[in-house]
T-cell receptor, first 111, second 115 residues
Framework: QKEVEQDPGPLSVPEGAIVSLNCTYS??????FMWYRQYSRKGPELLMYTYSSGNKEDGRFTAQVDKSSKYISLFIRDSQPSDSATYLC???????????FGTGTRLTIIP | DGGITQSPKYLFRKEGQNVTLSCEQN?????MYWYRQDPGQGLRLIYYSQIVNDFQKGDIAEGYSVSREKKESFPLTVTSAQKNPTAFYLCASSSTRLSSYNEQFFGPGTRLTVL
């Protein structure tokens, strides 16, 4: 079993829809949870990170962690074609330790 | 501009040859990382270094080697012992402050193809 599991998709939704991306993890020691966005043929860039359980909001993006069920979510409101990318969840034991990534979900927003 | 540079962007190698991928950062970060990305497998850690002249194996180090002689540089050599080297290689760096989360910043990647 992989430590971080993520549905690879692909996922296609119409512009303006709410997008829900999800991951599960198995390592109870994970404390930090990240979402990276990766455009085609580019390096990933950090979207959001969350420490422990709870919600974090940044503009149209909301990250949610439920440590009791080991579930990580990213919600995108009012989705735009520019949101089309691969979204990678990642977790780590500490803030500056190595990251464990999910496989990534490829998202396409249809105009 | 501060950031991470990787070169070359595309690299072609014949079977049996060693190749070295370059990674340079001017962010004054102590920690540097090499990942490999394959379709459907996400990013897998090859090697990482948290200080000059020291590095640790990641999850898939076999067939790879690294050096960390300077803080700014962390080159990766893909040796002929790596059986399936065709992949997208990503370098990252982060600071190592203990008081808060330290984001890993990624370079643009090098796509290696073995002919």
């Amino acid at each position: 079993q992989k430590e971080v599991e993520q549905d690879p998709g692909p996922l296609s939704v119409p512009e303006g829809a709410i997008v829900s991306l999800n991951c599960t993890y198995s390592n109870s020691a994970f404390q930090y949870f990240m979402w990276y966005r990766q455009y085609s043929r580019k390096g990933p860039e950090l979207l959001m990170y969350t420490y422990s359980s709870g919600n974090k909001e940044d503009g149209r993006f909301t990250a949610q962690v439920d440590k009791s069920s080991k579930y990580i979510s990213l919600f995108i409101r009012d989705s735009q074609p520019s949101d089309s990318a691969t979204y990678l969840c990642a977790s780590s034991n500490f803030g500056n330790e190595k990251l464990t990534f999910g496989t990534g979900t490829r998202l396409t927003i249809i105009p | 501009d501060g950031g991470i540079t990787q070169s070359p962007k595309y690299l072609f190698r014949k079977e049996g040859q060693n190749v070295t991928l370059s990674c340079e950062q001017n962010l004054n970060h102590d920690a540097m990382y090499w990942y490999r990305q394959d379709p459907g497998q996400g990013l897998r850690l090859i090697y990482y270094s948290q200080i000059v002249n020291d590095f640790q194996k990641g999850d898939i180090a076999e067939g790879y080697s690294v050096s960390r002689e300077k803080k700014e540089s962390f080159p990766l050599t893909v040796t002929s012992a790596q059986k399936n080297p065709t992949a997208f290689y990503l370098c990252a760096s982060s600071s190592t402050r203990l008081s808060s989360y330290n984001e890993q910043f990624f370079g643009p990647g090098t796509r290696l193809t073995v002919l």
